[in-house]
């Protein structure tokens, strides 16, 4: 076009009209944007007007202003960007040329400098608040010249501090650089608050330290990360590690002894046990040092100065049941300086606090932090810097950002700018979660570490994070259906005990709202149990091998009912403590989501076992009618046991924390009841799993605002179910009516069968039953009939009494312990099924009342 571009931007001087530039051969459109997308033109309205000759990729692009550009426009003097000298009178800065006065410097150090300050935009560009880019050679910019306007420079610029001129030019050297390079992660484009924080450097050597729980850690020496030398590592045999560190070492004691050697200045080895060894590399360099300073500086001043009363809020609701971190060590960190957390783990630590903002009488005077901006600085400074350093602290920080997920994750809202953000760097949880389990196979999470020559507090820490991360593995493998990345072969972790735990009985914190410390420490044991569990049901039925091989529902009964036993006792091991309606006077309590596992974990189950059925119908080749029959009974009992169980939860369960899988397994229960409604054998009984789903969705609704959870998995639902035909779209206005039950049966599939099921209500305390409705709680319509659960039918009715099923309840309390016990009143037929294992026997319906008796007496 005008000259062809070289490096750095410039442009060859040619004849279209004289230099801008006193020195010969040169042009300086320092204030030209090279950016390569030509396309932008298309956004102004007069683009077709534009002289072809105008078109040029050097500034073409940079037609829109981005957010450094407005706060430049609006804040900067009128300077010439040559000499940085101030203009006096309002003239077009580009009809001014002056000599540049090097000052016996060599030209060509100026001709290459970028820091000088950006152009004063024309009138109309920073009215509209668009990029002024001047046409080269001319004195009119792009806008102005397209419209027809006069490019005028009358309006005077706002006046700004001498001192503020320094800062500004380093943030926007500091937004240039992360724009051109935006992989480099951290907070450049982010302005904090100018709010002042402690400065004090971190320990860079925890040995030195007295009286220190970091003197002779493994995996949190900073700034050094930890490899476990595996047995066919190609470069590291153990027996020859065995031997060096034996021949350097044979001088000090065994029992006291850290057994670490120099390999070279930047790599040590340390052997923990005979057969444990790692290789500790430094991993900073000066500049990765910087970016994470700069990152976790800029998390602590969007919170400054609320950062400790968060940190305590962290340790009072969440940690108890959630304990991944060590909290002696954390706060002995915190103490000192800010600046001895990663930048992702401080993150995750502030944004999970934020949402008990409220809670907290020094907070809730103050406007909450902005959590989209955190948690974006965070993420991107993990997936940039930390993945590349395998230390304890990464896996706790990617465990906690998961745990974050539901803060940014509304589906279909587009103006929600974290969640494109984070999007943009690869915050796919599922993907977070498979880097989560590779540190933590480099940091040898998956061993046996009990005999380590680590300091006690460091073994607990370890079992507890591989049992975080295996849990987390597990339960993200079932949302996503992805192919679990932990193996029992590979995953020897021995269980937790009560010493794996530093806080002991009395530990917790005595204020109101605050979590129970001997609770939370139940549930984390009873979730990892439970995980076990469902990992046993994932590699059963939804392997891809067992997706091909499983063809028949026989087959899967089979395979179900030993599962089906696990779960009936793990639900019965559970203490008191545990159940729903232990509550302690103003206490948080997460039992909810510990409960909402154990549904998800038996919707999961009965999900093959209907999924198979359905598919052998659709093939043309059903199963028996009563093993159907069986089957649809025991999942119609789950679902309504686990609708009524969300319809029941208290707000000390709803405002406490809940484990990231909440929301997919309150999502679950959705789609559970979408699939018995399609696969319904008659359109009674696919009245009645719609006003189920009806029901449902109005629990969630209601309950939506204060509990996001709940909210997530309504948006998620409505998603799917608004185009599964007849659910949500069809007589949508009408009021849909239950099916009496009592003395007139509904009958399903033409037969005279009875499917009153035990509708569950609320957990009573020491039974092991856990749900139980008296006749005085079942909501009625005015009319004296069965009401129908749906806002259309129930404007008469609180929204509690909304929320509750239509159908008549029986509870006799007789036979069996199972939480969702199939007790139907209605079906007239030889076998009865009183007691969850007596569902599964897959040789015909006699074996059932042959195991009936035994169960009860059990």
Not at 140 to 156: D, I
Not at 425 to 431: A, L, Q, R, S
Not at 807 to 815: E, P, Q
Request: net charge neutral; glycine share 6%.
């Amino acid at each position: 076009m005008n000259g062809d571009k070289k490096p750095g931007g410039r442009f060859q001087n040619n004849a279209m009209g004289p230099s801008l530039d006193s020195r010969p051969g040169h042009q300086d459109h320092d204030h030209i944007s090279t950016i390569q997308n030509d396309t932008l033109l298309e956004n102004d309205e007069n683009f077709a007007n534009t002289p072809p000759s105008y078109i040029d990729s050097t500034w073409a692009s940079a037609m829109f202003m981005g957010p450094n550009d407005m706060y430049f426009a609006e804040t900067t003097e009128t300077t010439d960007p040559r000499n940085d000298q101030t203009y006096s009178h309002p003239q077009n800065p580009h009809n001014s040329t002056q000599t540049n006065k090097n000052d016996g410097r060599d030209p060509s150090f100026q001709d290459n400098s970028h820091t000088t300050r950006p152009r004063r935009p024309c009138d109309h560009c920073r009215k509209k608040k668009t990029k002024c880019v001047i046409i080269p050679n001319t004195s009119v910019c792009v806008q102005c010249e397209s419209k027809s306007l006069p490019c005028t420079f009358v309006g005077s610029a706002p006046k700004r501090k001498s001192n503020e001129e320094d800062e500004a030019r380093k943030r926007s050297r500091k937004y240039r650089s992360s724009v051109v390079s935006p992989h480099s992660g951290g907070s450049g484009d982010i302005v904090p608050p100018n709010v002042a924080i402690r400065d004090t450097a971190p320990v860079h050597d925890y040995s030195r330290i007295n009286n220190s729980l970091l003197k002779k850690t493994l995996s949190l020496q900073f700034p050094r990360s930890s490899f476990y030398v595996g047995p066919t590592s190609y470069m590291f045999d153990t027996s020859l590690l065995n031997l060096i560190i034996g021949s350097q070492n044979k001088d000090a004691p065994s029992s006291t002894k850290v057994e670490q050697i120099n390999l070279s200045d930047t790599m040590s080895l340390r052997k923990v046990s005979e057969k444990a060894q790692f290789v500790l590399r430094d991993d900073q360099s000066p500049q990765s040092y910087q970016t994470m300073s700069n990152d976790v500086d800029t998390i602590e001043k969007f919170v400054a100065p609320h950062g400790q009363i968060l940190i305590d809020l962290y340790f009072r609701i969440i940690h108890p049941s959630y304990p991944i971190l060590h909290k002696k060590v954390f706060l002995e960190k915190y103490s000192r300086t800010h600046r001895e957390f990663s930048a992702p783990l401080l993150a995750a630590v502030y944004v999970l606090a934020i949402q008990w903002w409220d809670y907290d009488p020094q907070l809730n005077r103050f406007p909450k932090p902005s959590t989209d901006t955190i948690l974006k600085i965070g993420m991107s400074n993990y997936l940039f810097e930390i993945l590349k350093r395998p230390k304890l602290s990464a896996v706790q920080a990617g465990l906690l950002l998961l745990q974050c997920r539901h803060v940014v994750s509304r589906p279909g809202e587009e103006s929600n700018k974290a969640l494109g953000t984070i999007g943009d760097t690869g915050f796919n949880e599922w993907v977070l979660c498979c880097q989560v389990v590779a540190i933590a196979e480099e940091l040898g999470l998956g061993l046996n570490c009990n005999n380590w020559k680590l300091p006690k507090w460091e073994r607990g820490l370890r079992k507890r994070l591989a049992w975080a991360v295996y849990m987390e593995d597990k339960w993200l493998s079932l949302k996503h259906s992805r192919p679990s990345h932990i193996h029992p072969h590979n995953w020897v972790v021995v269980p937790l005990f009560e010493e794996d735990f530093p806080e002991k009985h009395g530990d917790g914190d005595l204020k109101e709202g605050s979590s129970d410390i001997d609770n939370g420490k139940k549930i984390f044991m009873s979730l990892i149990n439970l995980s076990q569990i469902l990992s046993q049901i994932l590699d059963e039925f939804y392997c891809m091998a067992a997706m091909q091989e499983i063809k028949d529902v026989t087959q899967v009964l089979s395979k179900a009912k030993p599962l089906q036993l696990q779960l009936r006792n793990w639900y019965h091991s559970l203490p008191n403590e545990l159940q729903m309606n232990t509550v302690q006077p103003r206490k948080l309590s997460s039992n909810g989501y510990l409960q909402l596992a154990y549904f998800a974990a038996e919707l999961t189950l009965h999900r093959k076992i209907l999924t198979i059925i359905y598919q052998q119908e659709s093939e043309g080749n059903p199963a028996s009618p009563e093993l159907v029959q069986v089957c649809r009974t025991a999942a119609r009992t789950r679902l309504m046991a686990s609708i009524e169980f969300v319809r029941d939860l208290k707000p000390e369960h709803i405002h406490s924390f809940w484990h990231s899988s909440s929301a997919s397994n309150l999502t679950l229960i959705g789609i559970f009841a979408s699939l018995l409604f399609i696969s319904s054998t008659g359109q009674e009984e696919a009245d009645f799993y719609r006003d189920s789903i009806f029901n449902y969705r109005w629990i969630l609704k209601i309950s939506s605002k204060s509990f996001e959870q709940a909210s997530d998995a309504l948006q998620h639902l409505d998603l799917v179910l608004q185009h599964v035909p007849g659910l949500l779209t069809d007589n949508a206005d009408l009021p849909m009516v239950v099916p009496i039950v009592g003395d007139k049966q509904p009958s399903y599939n033409n037969s005279n069968v009875n499917t009153d099921s035990e509708s569950l209500s609320s957990f009573s305390h020491g039974q092991s039953q856990p749900y139980h409705m008296s006749q005085s709680q079942e909501p009625v319509s005015r009319g004296g009939s069965y009401a129908v659960n749906s806002p259309q039918s129930s404007q008469g009715l609180s929204p509690k009494d909304l929320s509750k099923p239509a159908t008549r309840i029986n509870s006799d309390g007789s036979g069996g312990h199972s939480p969702v016990k199939a007790n139907y009143r209605g079906p007239k037929q030889e076998n009865v099924i009183k007691s969850p294992e007596t569902q599964y026997t897959p040789s015909g319906l006699s074996n059932h009342m042959e195991t009936r008796e035994g169960s009860e007496d059990g």
